[in-house]
Structures are given as C-alpha cells and as structure tokens.
C-alpha cells in the first residue's frame, strides 16, 4: 500500500486531530521525551496507536527534511477536484473564501501559503494540474498542519474552475503589480476568490483577464514585490480585516 511520509510535530498532530484513521505508523527518535512529544504520544495512544521508537539516522533516511524526531506513514489523504470545489463552496456556512495559486511551483511556497490559508479560514486552495508545486513532503512540512485542514484542490482547467466559481456568485480578486487599485480601498468582503500568481511572471494573461478586480499591495521601499507566500498572507488578512470590520 503506499503511504505519504508526513513529518515534524505540527504537521503529525494535526494529523492526528484530523484524520487518526490514516496513521499507519508513528515512528519517534529513542531518547526524544520533551513536553511536545509527550502531548503527541498522548494524542496517539487515545487512538491506539502504538509509537515505534527509532534511531534518528532511520527517520533521516524516511524524509528530507527537519522531521522533528517524529515522522507518521500514512495513507494518502482525499484528493479533490473540480467538482469538489463546487460542493464545498456550496457547504460554506460563511460567505466562500477561495485561494487560487496560479504558477506556484515552490514547494515550500505553496506549503507556507496553505498555512496562511488556514490561519484566514479558507475554505480551499485551488491549484492547476501542470505548471504547479504538488502536496509533497516538503510541503507538507512547511504548511505545518494545514495540508490536513485546508482542502487542496487540483484542477485541470484554471479558467474553467474560475468561471465556475464566479457562476456561483463568487467575485474574483486577483493580486497584479501592475492594478491601479491597492487592496486596502478595493472591497474584498463577500463571497470571494483571491488569486496570486508566480513570483516574477505573476499570473497568466488568461486568469488575469477572467478576475473582476486587480489589486496590488502598495510597496513603500526599494524592492518590487514581495515572496508569494507573504504576499498571499498580506493579502488573505485585509480580506479578514474588512470581513471583521
């Protein structure tokens, strides 16, 4: 059966709060007793889960990576598509709030803007099917638990899942450094999608020309544009400040 390797304190515990059923195994370093690991075991025996204590080289050669000491093999999560989408959105309680990344090849980037993600209560993050990172190890390490709660949605089509969504009543917003608009005077409460292209290409001409509203974060210094996922974190929590207003 193949398994995903998931590794680091965060990313196990979420783990375990969210899906237990899908540990196949807990391996924890021999010796690794600290207060953070206690609370893990914890957490694993009030779901049965016996630890299988290791040598460090052993969880070194499972992962490229700071593991952390802890490492959980796992069966694969849900995959979800385009369809999927739809029903979530359809689920919201609260107005729909989407992250589409358009380019993010950077696995540590889509990990750290899934984090973000979460932290602003997305609902999903939508990415294409080609020209775009994957949910890999590495990811998953750096979204420091995300990956288990905010649902990642691959789509074969960008433009089809983004008309789709305006369909349904969604406005998209997507983030260009060229917008006259700044996002601290543009609305963005309400049913949304927020777009962030690639670092330096940004977003495709295609995805631009479908969004209903360009913004852009006002750069005070020397530099042009900021790391996608910070950027993705700026943007993502004006919408929460206007939605709290």
């Given at each position: 059966m193949k398994?995903?390797?998931?590794?680091?304190?965060?990313?196990?515990?979420?783990?375990?709060?969210?899906a237990p059923q899908r540990i196949c195994e807990l391996l924890v370093v021999k010796d690794r007793q600290d207060q953070r690991v206690k609370k893990l075991l914890a957490a694993a025996q009030n779901y049965q889960i016996k630890p299988r204590f290791v040598d460090k080289r052993e969880l070194d050669d499972l992962c490229n990576g700071s593991h952390q000491g802890v490492v959980a093999l796992?069966?694969?999560?849900?995959?979800?598509?385009?369809?999927?989408?739809?029903?979530?959105?359809d689920n919201t309680e609260t107005d729909p709030l989407i992250l589409v990344l358009d380019g993010v090849?950077?696995?540590?980037?889509?990990?750290?803007?899934?984090?973000?993600?979460?932290?602003?209560?997305?609902?999903?993050?939508?990415?294409?099917?080609?020209?775009?990172?994957?949910?890999?190890?590495?990811?998953?390490?750096?979204?420091?638990?995300?990956?288990?709660?905010?649902?990642l949605v691959v789509v074969t089509n960008l433009a089809?899942?983004?008309?789709?969504?305006?369909?349904?009543?969604?406005?998209?917003?997507?983030?260009?450094?060229?917008?006259k608009a700044d996002i601290y005077h543009t609305n963005l409460t309400g049913p949304r999608v927020i777009v962030m292209g690639a670092e330096g290409e940004g977003m495709r001409r295609l995805t631009k020309e479908i969004c209903d509203d360009l913004v852009k974060i006002p750069m005070a210094g020397s530099v042009s544009?900021?790391?996608?996922?910070?950027?993705?974190?700026?943007?993502?929590f004006e919408v929460v400040r206007q939605r709290s207003a």
């Open positions: 398994t995903e390797t998931i590794f680091g304190i965060h990313a196990v515990q979420s783990l375990l709060t969210s796992a069966q694969p999560g849900k995959q979800y598509d385009e369809k999927d989408l739809l029903d979530l959105i090849t950077d696995p540590h980037n889509l990990g750290a803007c899934m984090r973000s993600a979460d932290a602003a209560g997305v609902h999903a993050v939508v990415v294409p099917k080609d020209n775009s990172a994957s949910l890999n190890e590495a990811a998953r390490k750096v979204a420091s638990g995300a990956a288990e709660t905010v649902p089809r899942a983004l008309k789709n969504m305006q369909e349904k009543g969604l406005w998209v917003a997507g983030a260009a450094g060229e917008a544009s900021l790391n996608v996922s910070v950027a993705t974190g700026v943007v993502l």
